[in-house]
């Protein structure tokens, strides 16, 4: 099993723009959807670790595009 994530943008408050983090379970219709300030990685970390606690384990793979907060220089498969 692995779990899907990606970044969207989120509805203005206070004329400030957010950001909504989906994670999302593969083959299932099971989602958490996230509202966030920014796309740091601190932000990216907290998120993942609530959908983590949200879902109640650990998929074997996480999936995304290519997000610059997750990228490495050379890009690199960690294997788990």
């Known amino acids: 099993m692995w779990l899907e ?6 509805p203005r ?6 950001n909504l983090f989906c994670g999302w379970l593969a083959w ?3 989602r958490v959807v996230i ?3 920014d796309r740091t990685l601190g932000a ?3 998120c993942l670790d609530a959908t ?5 384990g650990a998929p074997t ?3 995304t595009d290519n997000e610059k907060t997750v990228q ?3 890009a690199l498969r960690h294997r788990l």
Do not use: N, Q
């Open 61 to 63: 793979y996480l999936l």
């Open 44 to 46: 990216l970390v907290a």
């Open 5 to 10: 994530f990606d970044w969207g943008a989120g």
């Open 13 to 18: 408050i206070g004329g400030r723009g957010t």
């Open 35 to 37: 509202p966030s300030w």
């Open 28 to 30: 299932s219709r099971f």
């Open 52 to 56: 983590l606690r949200t879902i109640g």
């Open 72 to 74: 490495a220089h050379p």
